[in-house]
């Protein structure tokens, strides 16, 4: 069991989300929590004085940490001893305390890892060092560089450092619903911030076209109240894979087979449709032609109502704005920027008007 210090905490938070997600992410924070948001590259940073379980309820979020300290460090080797002190002074049976909370269970081993910016006369290996010989005073069991537990975070940028510790030893965004998985499979903190992109409300009539292994409409189910969310695709194994995850989340969704391309439903059925196309024409495998993706548009066009929402997640380029030119249409649209696995991707946002 670590032993730890007794210093007061703040309770500041910084949960992680991907690039380009902050401002949904930091809307998330405000809605479920009623807490004042404020956003930084892939991270939101946020007061919060309710339990640290709360933060479960948070769909766009990845990893969660709580915010120690953060302080001007010099550029020399002795500078180190500012660091020291600091770490010395960290609340760290608070930080154990808030662990348990949210994980329900004890953290009882710690390790430092450090990322650094800037020109500095210390390397990584004497930051580390420094944090060591102060942690092994302060929390007698076993401190290490390994991954643990109870993660210390010291980052240092230029002339400014922060400390943050760990609360998540496994990502928020890692569902435990995803019994089934799939190459291209849309991460889940991304399906969630295309739900909240289209303003679920508890009358939704939801529609996912193309559903793969279920991520969008189970994230749309577990979001909050709707009045039905239905999605298929054209895979047999891939729904019996979504209905299976859909079934371990406890997520109210009806599933079918069929073609995008003719959806088996009657014109203006929906209220919001929410879709992660292939990002390839599912007949012929090749990338996606304009008047293709055009009709495939069209189709599930026809079945969104007028005041209605769509969202769709495409990688960048015009297919989506082709598409909608070749079809002469104007509606409004919103796009929204962001990164996974190391590609560019839009969120594009459409509401159907008259």
Known sequence: MVVMTTQALANKYVVTCLYG?????????????????????????????????????????????????RFSIGHT?????????????????????????????????????VLRRGEHNYSYEDVQER??????????????????????????????????????????????YKRYRAQGDTDPTLAAAMVRLSAPTFTDLFLDPFCGIGTIPIE???????????????????????????????????????DAFALPFADRAFSRLVTSPPQSDPVSGQPWQPGDFARLLAESLRVLQYGGVSVWLLERGPLFKMALKSLGLNYPVERLACSWKG???????LQKVL
């Open 77 to 113: 080797k002795p500078d180190l001893d500012t660091l020291g002190a600091r770490v010395r002074r960290l609340p760290l049976d608070a930080w154990q305390e808030r662990w348990r909370e949210l994980q329900e269970l004890p953290g009882n081993e710690m390790s430092v890892s």
């Open 21 to 69: 997600l902050e401002a949904v992410l930091a809307d998330e924070v405000r809605e479920r929590l009623q807490a004042e948001a404020g956003t930084d590259w892939c991270e939101v940073g946020f007061t919060f004085d309710g339990s640290p379980a709360r933060l479960k309820e948070l769909r766009v979020a990845g990893n969660v940490f709580l915010e120690f300290d």
């Open 343 to 349: 590609r560019s991707w839009t969120i594009y946002t």
């Open 131 to 176: 944090a060591l010989e102060v942690l092994a005073e302060v929390a007698p069991a076993k401190v290490t560089l390994e991954p643990r537990q109870l993660e210390l975070r010291i980052e240092i940028a230029h002339d400014r450092c922060r400390l943050t510790g760990r609360l998540t030893p496994r990502p928020l965004s890692e569902r435990p």
């Open 220 to 258: 749309r189910a577990l979001w909050g109240k709707v009045a039905a969310v239905a999605a298929g695709e054209n895979k047999e194994k891939r729904v019996a894979w979504a209905m299976a995850n859909a079934e371990l989340a406890s997520a109210s969704a009806s599933f079918a087979c069929w």
